[in-house]
Nanobody
Framework: VQLQASGGGLVQTGGSLRLSCAASGRAFSNYVMGWFRQAPGKQREFVAAITWSGNTVYADSVKGRFAISSDNTKNMVYLHMNSLKPEDTAVYFC????????????WGQGTQVTVSS
């Protein structure tokens, strides 16, 4: 399983970005796809996740500002980030958990998001 995240960059406070995660290597039916982030000097934290059927869950810190979506026909997952704040600055990772996995078993490389004040 390979996950490839892209779409990061530098944006001003209040701006928007869309991150993409391309999944390949196997069929992803019944997988849970998630986004995590890690800021310098901090632990990695959960951002959002989406199930194959489209159910979503968000961290409180991004509710109302971020939206996760997926295109199952293309094995793509997106993170739409709006009203970005400097505290959203981090490396963002996409991850996948398959049926029977107790945790996210597959991780992509990160993509840097920097929000300037």
């Amino acid at each position: 399983v390979q996950l490839q995240a892209s779409g990061g960059g530098l944006v001003q406070t209040g701006g928007s970005l869309r991150l993409s995660c391309a999944a390949s290597g196997r069929a992803f039916s019944n997988y849970v796809m998630g986004w995590f982030r890690q800021a310098p000097g901090k632990q990695r934290e959960f951002v959002a996740a989406i199930t194959w059927s489209g159910n979503t869950v968000y961290a409180d810190s991004v509710k109302g500002r971020f939206a996760i979506s997926s295109d199952n026909t293309k094995n793509m997952v997106y993170l739409h980030m709006n009203s970005l704040k400097p505290e959203d600055t981090a490396v963002y990772f996409c991850a996948a958990a398959g049926p029977g996995d107790n945790e996210y078993a597959y991780w992509g490389q990160g993509t840097q998001v920097t929000v300037s004040s």
